[in-house]
């Protein structure tokens, strides 16, 4: 397959990701599939490159935010991720975080994968504990069968997942589960620094985007600094509290209205404000045209 198409359809997939064939290469040993998979996207992709990067500039270029599955079918994945290197081999899992810079390595052995693109907002909402994202799942964990058993042999199959079964609340719950660690404890070495501070205050932030006691101070109380601290890096940060939260909040809408079933009923807006953690219909509108142009009701048609 000529590199420029895989590329191409890498793009349009899975956002600014980029591949790096190798030098004077123009042609890869791969394919690049978009299909369907439990009302989700998924990529089926094999390739031989030397590897694909997610830079900073790819990251502020996606409006969309994802945590991509991946499930190794042949070969292997050598990823790096928040600066923690991980090899994934076929018949393991991944869940790789498309808001953070990132390296995934092939040294010109062909590997095929698939990658399930799940709803970043919508997945990190119910996660009660920290998830273990930029960790493989290995083979031998208690949870690799069931999630082995959750994908099926070929394209067609995985084309007949997506009508008999849309609602991807069934792979939520199974993802969180097996990517939750027995234990959850917050290591005092990761509040040591500016940066580690402010990804575990986000991270605390998604996972309570409707918790009517959110605020800059219960965020502060709840990962155990100051509420000056914690405003302080929002700011070196370029963002703040406020601004970060209804970005969030807005993205999570989005992804609501997306996965809305069309056939079923009208959308609801004002439970879709409601479930994004919005108490007035008329803030979360006027915040939401300002943010994407339109209306809540003419994004979920035009996405559905």
């Not at 935010?65 to 292997?76: D, K, N, T, V």
């Not at 959308?267 to 409601?274: F, G, Q, R, Y």
Request: with cysteine.
């Amino acid at each position: 397959m000529h590199f420029d198409e895989w590329h191409s359809r890498l793009h349009r997939t899975c956002g600014h990701y980029y591949g790096v064939p190798g030098r004077g290469r123009h042609d890869i040993d791969g394919h690049f599939k978009a299909v369907r998979f439990h009302g989700l996207d998924m990529a089926n992709v094999a390739c031989d490159l030397d590897l694909i990067e997610r830079s900073p500039d790819g990251i502020r270029r996606d409006e969309n935010e994802h945590i991509f599955l991946f499930a190794q079918l042949s070969g292997r994945s050598l990823v790096e991720q928040q600066g923690q290197q991980d090899i994934v081999e076929a018949g393991e899992f991944y869940l790789l975080d498309s808001t953070k810079v990132a390296q995934i390595r092939y040294q010109r052995r062909t590997s095929h994968f698939l990658s399930v693109h799940l709803p970043r907002g919508t997945f990190l909402l119910e996660a009660d504990n920290k998830l273990a994202i930029g960790r493989t799942l290995r083979s031998g964990h208690p949870m690799n069968a069931a999630m082995r058993a959750l994908f099926t042999k070929g394209e067609g199959k995985w084309r007949n997942a997506w009508h008999r079964e849309r609602d991807p609340s069934y792979l939520f719950d199974l993802v969180r589960i097996a990517f939750t660690p027995e234990q959850d404890a917050m290591d005092a070495a990761r509040m040591s620094s500016r940066e580690n501070r402010f990804a575990l205050a986000v991270s605390v932030m998604e996972r309570n985007l409707t918790n009517p006691q959110l605020s800059l101070n219960w965020l502060a109380r709840k990962i155990g600094i100051s509420e000056r601290q914690l405003q302080r890096d929002f700011l070196d940060n370029g963002t703040s509290f406020i601004q970060l939260l209804r970005k969030k909040r807005l993205v999570l809408a989005t992804e609501l209205l997306s996965l809305h079933r069309p056939a079923e009923s009208t959308v609801n807006i004002t439970d879709v404000a409601m479930r994004s953690g919005f108490n007035d219909i008329s803030n979360f509108n006027r915040s939401f045209k300002g943010r994407y142009g339109c209306s809540p009701s003419q994004y979920a048609r035009e996405h559905a």
